[in-house]
């Protein structure tokens, strides 16, 4: 994974934040111990990646669409429903994620992203970590949506709703950095 921050995400792994999620994702010790093992990667990524807007499509269950400049593309993330009541987020609720970016070695991205037109054409792949489920101080964090203009949300709102209109069912599992 490379990671290419205009904006570095500056957030700060929360522990008292990551072990009641541990609880919701993991079914046994051996994902537990693999999660744990996965902590200082996670804290890494949040703190260097690049913050990119991201917006709540459905509560029930809980999807995030996740937006990345470099790809001009979204991506739907599936989280544990409970989070959605533990975070008072509704459907448009605005959040930041840090993300990390793959490299684009074979001129092809990600079965899951469709790039848009100002693709930077550097990435095939991208990975969203939403920093209000995992990060200290949910304030900063939540005050970090200001970054973006109003073209820039509106730009995600309707990638969101192509990808919605292109394939309703598929999504990602947004803890999957935690099981690779």
Request: glycine share 4%.
């Amino acid at each position: 994974m490379i990671t290419k921050a205009e904006n570095p995400g500056k957030a700060k792994f929360s522990y008292k934040k990551y072990y009641p999620i541990r609880k919701l994702i993991c079914s046994s010790f051996a994902e537990k111990f693999h999660c744990d093992m996965m902590i200082q990667d996670v804290a890494q990524m949040m703190m260097l990646g690049d913050t990119q807007p991201a917006y709540v499509c459905s509560v029930d269950p809980l999807c995030v669409m996740a937006y990345s400049d470099e790809l001009d593309a979204v991506v739907k993330l599936r989280f544990p429903t409970e989070l959605a009541a533990k975070y008072d987020l509704k459907v448009g609720s605005r959040l930041v994620t840090s993300c990390v970016y793959m490299p684009n070695h074979f001129d092809t991205v990600a079965g899951d992203i469709t790039a848009g037109e100002h693709n930077t054409g550097r990435y095939s792949n991208f990975i969203p970590i939403v920093q209000l489920f995992l990060a200290k101080k949910d304030d900063e964090i939540r005050a970090r949506t200001a970054l973006f203009g109003e073209d820039v949300w509106n730009r995600v709102e309707t990638l969101g709703k192509c990808c919605m209109d292109r394939d309703p069912d598929r999504c990602r599992d947004g803890f999957s950095y935690f099981k690779k």
